[in-house]
């Protein structure tokens, strides 16, 4: 099932600067799509998610870019700190399927301090 | 800030024994779900539930697995005879409201391990 996809298995930048983490999808039934941040030894933590029907969300120092026609969305943590270093899911779902997630299968972010 | 509690944080069974894996959802949440990852692969879906009855599941979770919410505030993963293949991180999440916008909230999981 590769409805979710993170090309990337991990990514390293220098603290201070952008992340940039990638994600593609499949199914054009899709309308939410979120981001999850998950440590070692815990679950996934919501981050920020958005709707197809934008195609940006920002919260603080992450925002969310969503290109439907591309069928691909981007997560940046803008700056990049050491506490940010933690493996983040990509995850989709469609309205009518009682909003049961799909995952993609994760990118390792190293911030170095 | 309100959260998922999952329990047992890990639980070892022999293969062919019943597990039952426990979930305390956030009090105002009506939608419940259970996810595993098997080590590896990606997080999957289980089963959803909403007004105690199963809303969907996926094809792994066959007649094997069963889910109840027993009370008020419990969200029970059973495994009735379990597999190798059953070794996974099962993660409980919950949800406020069925509408778009709200996010699912998830436990630490349990890591089970079928010897």
């Known amino acids: 099932d590769q409805q979710v996809k993170q090309n990337s298995p991990s990514l390293s930048v220098q603290e201070g600067r952008i992340s940039i983490l990638n994600c593609d999808y499949t199914?054009?039934?899709?309308?939410?799509f979120l981001w999850y941040k998950k440590y070692p030894a815990e679950g996934p933590t919501f981050l920020i998610s958005?709707?197809?029907?934008?195609d940006k969300n920002e919260d603080g120092r992450f925002t969310v870019f969503l290109n439907k026609s591309a069928k691909h969305l981007s997560l940046h943590i803008v700056p990049s700190q050491p506490g940010d270093s933690a493996v983040y899911f990509c995850?989709?779902?469609?309205?009518?399927?009682?909003?049961?997630?799909?995952f993609g299968k994760g990118t390792l972010l190293t911030v170095n301090p | 800030e309100p959260e998922v509690t999952q329990t047992p944080s890990h639980q070892v069974t022999q293969m062919g024994q019943e597990v039952i894996l426990r979930c305390v959802p956030i009090?105002?949440?009506?939608?419940f779900y259970w996810y595993r990852q098997i080590l590896g692969q990606k997080v999957e879906f289980l089963v959803s539930?909403?007004?105690?009855?199963?809303?969907?599941k996926s094809e792994i979770f066959d007649d094997q697995f069963s889910v109840e919410r027993p009370d008020g505030s419990n969200f029970t993963l059973k495994i009735r005879s379990t597999k190798l293949e059953d070794s996974a991180m099962y993660f409980c999440?919950?949800?406020?409201?069925?509408?778009?916008?709200?996010?699912?909230?998830f436990g630490d999981g349990t890591r089970l391990s079928i010897l």
């Open positions: 999440a919950s949800r406020v409201r069925d509408s778009l916008g709200e996010p699912q909230h």
């Open positions: 199914n054009s039934m899709f309308d939410y």
């Open positions: 958005i709707s197809s029907i934008k």
């Open positions: 995850a989709a779902s469609a309205g009518g399927s009682n909003y049961k997630l799909t």
């Open positions: 009090s105002n949440h009506l939608y």
């Open positions: 539930f909403y007004n105690n009855e199963i809303s969907e």
